[in-house]
């Protein structure tokens, strides 16, 4: 007998378009729950353009590699809500539906007629989570984020990079992701609360605000000690603490050395590893590791403060130890001793090297009827009564539209040819995928 | 374990048991600060999260420890020694009337007490149990060490953040600060401890959530993963910007005051928005040749990006303070950030206008002091800061006696002997 899923017999009408509302119903797509995507062909930036469709493969609406894996355990229900039939459908939709997600900026929804008020006066414990970029309440609710400008605005890009430089910032939308996490918490928050009560909600989540708790101790430190980071030595680069610069606590734990990055053989891009040392055992550790280099037994390393004050040596020396090692061999090496170490991975190391990840099963082939199989990502969980995993790949635009308008809602197939001509399913002037043909008979 | 209360968060009435350093301490937070009765077990005397600065008043002290204030709101606090046979048995009480049990002790470490999930599901079949560790309870990595610096390199963070050669020449891969490899695990365990909740809620049986930090940061890098799987891209690092498989032109750039704007053209140069640009920037009378009508030539576009984006573009954002252009490029509609550090956020009109900012009151030091409040507005039962962090045992009294009914004659023994 099939594991039963934690989500099973919940629904959810997702709005949400590009990466953070589309990696919140993913979660709750790989927990079990059905998630009916609507989806416009005109304008679906998720899935054009596209920078992940494979070499040699036709660019378009269903071969982005990216939506692909973003878009896994879900359905494909094209509509135009914003004709009086798709209106109605999508209200006949969620008094069915236990959840609403969207990631538009605020009040669009309302301005369709569909804000809280209405979603609730058709279900009235409906779960309406909104993810816009800056909220649905402040002076600043109508202001239009990715994730680079939520990380920018929320101090978050302010933390990444070396003194003295220009922010090295985040190199991908960290906020889009982590805005996709507060999406789906809140939403599975939500619901455990509509199950214990029976009341419903709207759950207003946004990109930017959910940023800004992220800087929590660098904020205390200024509400509290009136202490500013736009200060000498923050943000400290990949250390703790920057040599010749005030001893301050730098947010990221801790005041250590050694804590840094360092190359490793053969000095490929990507050939880094960090070490890290929390104690002087653990420094005592990595000499030994070393092999008792002579410049490691001088006094002033001995001790915590005698590494941070030295740490330009200090480095210095461990990478000269660090370039003959490769950053796997390194790892092993130095774990096996105790000591803190990890390889830089880049995205071809997670998914081919890392034997981490391999054991736990992270990336598993799903078949796609246009991209073919494809490694998809897995969930960071494991729970023993209600495994969470991806099911099916991501939908082809359109793909479910006969199946929930039809088998859920009750249309006739004459509705649905009908919506089909009249532009309520499909724009009237482009053409249609064979399959889409095909669906209709 | 009583039904949830209206006018608390979400998770009013539900009890949760934290074992937590630095890895689970802000998923406590959260699951506090949305309403749950969070008990944070301390051993007697030495929390290392206590020992994190920056410090009250830069004194040093466990219970001035700013980092701990910040990750431990909303939760009681009790001491307790795991290690001798009084304390096992008390911990064994305390889980039989518990809904959630959140820990991140390394792999077996409880179970070798007698404190595994199997062993306390005996007593409490709706017991939802989360392990949160660096690796997850299986695996080659399993018992291996980790620090934030670790999980964003091992997780692929750091290889996507840096800087143009241009910039900064060797510049090693930067691993951004702020201990966000925690905040990571500390997202995807409240989601696995909250889908457990919700199966809980319509089956009335528990389970046992396993969950990796390693593996949460390695899902967080947006389409990294994606570019080598479809494509077999090796992305490049750029300065304050995403990584690419070629050069893109910048996003950030200096304002007048010495700050910085990321300023993206959504969509890429085209006809329309190079229109809207010239006509923002004409308001300033910084618009240069842009409104040249040979500018609605896409191929025109092409041939004169660094132009717009490095010249036009760049010389704007310079003659301004980064606040005024953030505000003036978002109220005509383009998605514009002012790079500003966390101070700068309690000036923000926006935030003010949300009431993000909390007071949250220290009665033993007499004060109270500004908190960032909740990540999301719960319109129905709300996210919000209750207490400040636990002093140390502060609620011993409260749960040993008030809940447990020990005497405290009892509690005195069981502090002599090092249990409490």
């Known amino acids: 007998m099939a594991q039963p899923r934690a989500l099973d017999g919940i629904r959810v009408v997702d709005f949400s378009w590009v990466r953070a509302g589309p990696w919140a119903t993913r979660w709750l797509g790989a927990l079990g729950a059905e998630i009916i995507k609507i989806e416009w ?23 982005s590699g990216n939506f692909n894996d973003t878009n896994v355990n879900k359905k494909s229900l094209t509509l135009n809500v914003r004709t009086p039939k798709g209106l109605e459908i999508v209200r006949r939709l969620v008094g069915v539906s236990d959840i609403v997600i969207e990631n538009f900026s605020s009040r669009v929804l309302r301005k369709w007629g569909l804000g809280y008020e209405e979603l609730r006066s058709i279900k009235p414990d409906i779960v309406y989570v909104s993810m816009s970029g800056y909220g649905h309440t402040g002076r600043n609710h109508h202001y239009t984020t990715f994730g680079p400008v939520a990380q920018a605005a929320s101090g978050l890009t302010h933390l990444s990079g070396l003194p003295g430089q220009p922010p090295a910032g985040w190199g991908w939308s960290y906020m889009d992701d ?33 940023s800004v708790p992220l800087n929590g101790p660098a904020l205390l430190d200024f509400t509290v000690n009136g202490r500013g980071s736009r200060r000498a030595g923050f943000p400290p680069g990949n250390r703790a603490h920057w040599p010749g610069t005030p001893l301050l606590n730098n947010y990221r734990g801790p005041t250590v050395a050694p804590h840094n990055a360092y190359r490793t053989h053969p000095g490929d891009y990507n050939d880094w590893a960090v070490i890290v040392c929390h104690t ?33 040596e200090l480095d210095a020396n461990i990478e000269r130890w660090s370039m003959t090692l490769g950053k796997y061999e390194l ?60 099911h099916a790949a991501s939908p082809m635009i359109g793909e479910h539209t006969r199946e929930i308008v039809e088998g859920l809602l009750g249309y006739s197939s004459a509705d649905l040819r009908a919506g089909f001509e009249d532009g309520t399913f499909w724009p009237a002037t482009r053409a249609r995928f064979a399959y889409l043909e095909e669906m209709l008979g | 374990m009583s039904g949830a ?31 749950a009765d969070v008990v944070k077990i301390e051993p007697p005397g030495d929390e290392p999260c206590r020992h994190v600065g920056p410090f009250l008043d830069d004194r040093p002290h466990p219970e001035r420890s700013l980092s701990f204030w910040y990750y431990n709101t909303s939760k009681r606090g009790i001491t307790l020694n795991l290690t001798t046979a009084d304390g096992r048995a008390l911990f064994r009480r305390l889980a039989a009337g518990a809904d959630v049990i959140l820990e991140t002790f390394r792999p077996g470490y409880l179970a070798s007490l007698g404190l595994g999930y199997e062993a306390l599901r005996a007593d409490n079949p709706a017991l939802v149990m989360c392990a949160l560790t660096p690796f997850g309870q299986t695996g080659p990595w399993r018992d291996y060490l980790s620090a934030d610096l670790l999980h964003m390199a091992a997780g692929g963070l750091m290889a996507s953040c840096g ?44 389970q046992y959530v396993d969950t990796s930090i390693h593996e949460a940061c390695a899902l967080t890098t947006e389409s990294a993963v994606a570019n080598y799987v479809y494509r077999g891209e090796v992305l490049r690092r750029q300065t304050g910007r995403h990584h690419a498989a070629a050069p893109t032109p910048p996003t950030q750039f200096p304002a007048k005051d010495g ?42 576009i092409a041939a004169n990006t660094a132009h717009i984006i490095d010249g036009v573009l760049r010389r704007f954002i310079a003659s301004l303070p980064a606040e005024e252009v953030y505000h003036a490029a978002q109220e005509r509609g383009f998605t514009w950030g002012a790079v500003r550090a966390p101070e700068d956020l309690l000036d923000d009109a926006h935030l003010a206008d949300r009431g993000f900012w ?37 609620h011993n009294d409260e749960i040993y006696y008030g809940e447990l009914g020990l005497s405290r004659a009892e509690l005195g023994v069981l502090a002599e002997n090092g249990v409490i």
């Open chain 1, 41 to 63: 062909p005109d304008n679906e930036r998720g899935r054009l353009p596209s920078s992940t469709t494979p070499q040699g493969m036709e660019v378009n609406l269903n071969t």
């Open chain 1, 178 to 210: 982590t805005g996709g996490m507060y999406g789906a918490m809140c939403a599975l928050t939500g619901l455990y609360y509509r199950n214990m009560t029976g009341q419903g909600q709207h759950i207003d989540q946004s990109q930017m605000v959910s």
């Open chain 1, 280 to 312: 002087d055992g653990e420094w005592r550790a990595l000499v030994g590791a070393m092999g008792e280099p002579d410049w490691a037994r001088a006094e002033k390393f001995a001790t915590a403060g005698g590494r941070l004050e030295h740490q330009e």
């Open chain 1, 331 to 390: 790892t092993e090496r130095c774990q096996a001793a105790g000591i803190r170490a990890m390889p830089v991975q880049s995205a071809e190391d997670r998914v081919e090297h890392d034997p981490q990840l391999r054991h736990r099963e992270m990336y598993s082939p799903l078949a796609h009827p246009a991209l073919g199989a494809h490694k998809a990502q897995n969930a960071p969980f494991k729970l023993s009564a209600t495994p969470a995993f991806n």
């Open chain 2, 5 to 35: 209360d209206a006018n608390g968060g979400p998770l009013a009435g539900l009890r949760v048991l934290e074992l937590a350093d630095e890895k689970g301490q802000f998923c406590g937070k959260l699951l506090g600060d949305l309403g």
């Open chain 2, 163 to 206: 800087y143009d050669d241009a910039d900064v020449p060797n510049a090693p891969p930067i691993a951004p600060g702020g201990g966000n490899a925690w905040h990571m695990g500390g997202h995807y365990a409240y989601m696995g401890i909250m889908a457990a909740l919700v199966y809980r809620s319509v089956s009335g049986q528990g």
């Open chain 2, 259 to 300: 700050k910085y704007v990321t300023a993206l053209i959504s969509g890429g140069l085209n006809p329309r928005n190079v229109k809207a640009l010239a006509e923002f920037l004409d308001v300033y009378g910084m618009a240069e040749d842009l409104r040249d009508p040979k500018y609605q030539d896409p191929k025109v």
């Open chain 2, 358 to 394: 909390k007071q949250v009151e220290h009665p033993e030091l007499g004060r109270s002091f500004t908190y960032p409040g909740e990540a999301a507005i719960f319109n129905g039962s709300p996210w919000r800061i209750s207490r400040r962090a636990p002093l140390i045992g502060e």
